[in-house]
């Protein structure tokens, strides 16, 4: 059988602390059953370092698109979808770093599961919190990450992350972006009004830093929670949404109640957060632009 091409991709706004770091994460794989084609990297109107940065790996792997241009991550996903060279595209965010050295070898193992996989998730995973905010922010992830292994037998719209993200090229190919807020809420369903299979791989960790401030946290959720994504996506895939992100009311209550007994008032404060912040997602995500705000206490 002939090694899967993979191609890499990163859309990378201001990430010069970290790029380095995941450029070199990457080229750190253990390549069995694949080969790597490329690294495409592409700068969204960097103002710092991070082009620089790219340029002092020095492989031949590495491609940099630095046209000055911010464009967004979405437009910039949507470019290296119909670019890459690969049999495969693996997707990993600017910000994070890579578990182990077998992420890609078990994002490649999962579509020979079944032919129809055309998209695969990794697991990602905040670092450990550490601050009060950064606790309360904490606790929304753990009730996210219940639903993530146990909803549909942890094969679910909560395992598809824009942090690690992989596609067989002809899904790749095939997708044209709208002006939409999260690029991986669309790629996931998309995936699935096509007929196609999404396979969340457990043991494809990846890491990431929680926003340490209220304004990043708002940033967020006003692009990626359920709420936001049902204002965002109903007009193009329907019903699906609420198929998608559904969760029994038992369930979603006693994911939230677990949680508030672990740490009590972080907890109640990120609750009473999320109440103020309900009636503005109209408001907001009907006002979204293209280059939306990046939280920044997250690089």
Same mark, same amino acid.
């Given at each position: 059988?002939?090694?899967?091409r993979?191609?890499? $991709?990163?859309?990378?706004?201001?990430?010069?602390k970290?790029?380095?770091?995941?450029?070199?994460?990457?080229?750190s +794989?253990? +390549?069995n $059953?694949?080969?790597?084609?490329?690294?495409?990297?592409?700068?969204?109107?960097?103002?710092?370092?991070?082009?620089?940065?790219?340029?002092?790996?020095?492989?031949?792997?590495?491609?940099?698109?630095?046209?000055?241009?911010?464009?967004?991550?979405?437009? /910039?996903?949507?470019?290296?979808?119909?670019?890459?060279?690969?049999?495969?595209?693996?997707?990993?965010?600017?910000?994070? /770093?890579?578990?182990?050295?077998?992420?890609?070898?078990?994002?490649?193992?999962?579509?020979?599961?079944?032919p129809?996989?055309?998209?695969v $998730?990794?697991?990602?995973?905040?670092f450990?919190?550490?601050?009060?905010?950064?606790?309360a922010?904490?606790?929304?992830?753990?009730?996210?990450?219940?639903?993530?292994?146990?909803?549909?037998? $942890? +094969?679910?719209?909560?395992?598809?992350?824009?942090?690690?993200l992989?596609? /067989? /090229?002809?899904?790749?190919?095939?997708?044209?972006?709208?002006?939409?807020m999260?690029?991986?809420?669309?790629?996931?369903?998309?995936?699935?009004?096509?007929g196609?299979?999404?396979?969340?791989?457990?043991?494809?960790?990846?890491?990431?830093?929680?926003?340490?401030?209220?304004?990043?946290?708002?940033?967020?959720?006003?692009?990626s929670?359920?709420?936001?994504?049902? +204002?965002?996506?109903?007009?193009?895939?329907?019903?699906?949404?609420?198929?998608?992100?559904?969760?029994?009311?038992?369930?979603?209550?006693?994911?939230?109640?677990?949680?508030?007994?672990?740490?009590?008032?972080?907890?109640?404060?990120?609750?009473?957060?999320?109440?103020?912040?309900?009636?503005?997602?109209?408001?907001?995500?009907?006002?979204?632009?293209?280059?939306?705000?990046?939280?920044?206490?997250?690089?």
């Open positions: 059988m002939r090694s899967k993979v191609s890499v $991709g990163i859309s990378a706004y201001n990430e010069e970290n790029i380095k770091n995941v450029l070199r994460d990457i080229l +794989q253990n +390549q $059953g694949w080969k790597l084609k490329e690294i495409l990297v592409y700068c969204d109107g960097c103002t710092d370092k991070t082009a620089e940065n790219v340029m002092k790996i020095k492989n031949r792997h590495i491609k940099l698109v630095n046209d000055g241009r911010r464009a967004g991550k979405t437009k /910039r996903v949507g470019q290296i979808f119909h670019e890459f060279d690969g049999d495969y595209i693996v997707m990993f965010d600017a910000d994070i /770093r890579l578990s182990g050295r077998n992420i890609i070898n078990n994002l490649m193992d999962a579509f020979d599961k079944n129809n996989i055309r998209l $998730g990794g697991n990602s995973i905040p450990f919190p550490k601050t009060f905010f950064e606790k922010n904490y606790s929304t992830f753990m009730v996210f990450y219940q639903s993530r292994t146990t909803l549909h037998c $942890g +094969q679910n719209i909560f395992g598809c992350t824009g942090h690690c992989a596609l /067989r /090229r002809d899904l790749a190919r095939e997708i044209k972006f709208p002006k939409i999260n690029e991986d809420v669309y790629i996931y369903l998309f995936n699935k009004s096509m196609y299979d999404f396979y969340h791989v457990h043991k494809a960790v990846v890491y990431y830093k929680l926003p340490t401030k209220l304004s990043d946290y708002l940033k967020q959720i006003f692009r929670n359920p709420e936001a994504v049902h +204002q965002n996506f109903e007009r193009y895939f329907d019903k699906l949404v609420s198929e998608e992100y559904r969760r029994p009311f038992k369930f979603y209550a006693a994911a939230i109640f677990k949680v508030f007994l672990e740490d009590p008032l972080p907890t109640m404060y990120i609750i009473i957060i999320n109440i103020i912040a309900q009636p503005f997602y109209a408001f907001i995500t009907k006002r979204y632009k293209v280059a939306w705000p990046t939280a920044q206490s997250t690089k």
